[in-house]
Nanobody, 126 residues
Framework: QVQLVESGGGLVQAGGSLRLSCLAS????????MGWFRQATGKEREFVAA????????YYADSVKGRSTVSKDNAKNTVYLEMNSLKPEDTAVYYC???????????????????WGQGTQVTVSS
């Protein structure tokens, strides 16, 4: 099974930036499809960003498009989510997810990701 460990969350002022990291286990990380999801208190989990297996395709939720970047560093077995112009509504627990099979699209559906990290809290103050 793939192990995922998120880091980089914390408290940031509105308008600021964060870079979240997700360290993955495995020898074939470059073939993993990766996703970022978040869940705010009292709300359902929602898709944030994804990068395809192979890393050539990215996709973003409308709520973060234009101010977020998902990327991979295969040498470090790490996927990143950079978020700029943070808003209070970005406050949530952010989860990294991985899949090792399936499509070569940037998948947005959480059910397609078998492996999940424990999450990292992002709090954006006003």
């Amino acid at each position: 099974q793939v192990q995922l460990v998120e880091s980089g969350g914390g408290l940031v002022q509105a308008g600021g930036s964060l870079r979240l990291s997700c360290l993955a286990s495995g020898r074939t990380f470059s073939t993993y499809g990766m996703g970022w999801f978040r869940q705010a208190t009292g709300k359902e989990r929602e898709f944030v960003a994804a990068i395809s297996r192979g890393g050539s395709i990215t996709y973003y939720a409308d709520s973060v498009k234009g101010r977020s970047t998902v990327s991979k560093d295969n040498a470090k077995n790490t996927v990143y989510l950079e978020m700029n112009s943070l808003k209070p509504e970005d406050t949530a627990v952010y989860y990294c997810a991985a899949r090792t099979s399936g499509s070569y699209r940037a998948e947005t559906t959480g059910e397609l990701y078998p492996y999940w990290g424990q999450g990292t809290q992002v709090t954006v103050s006003s």
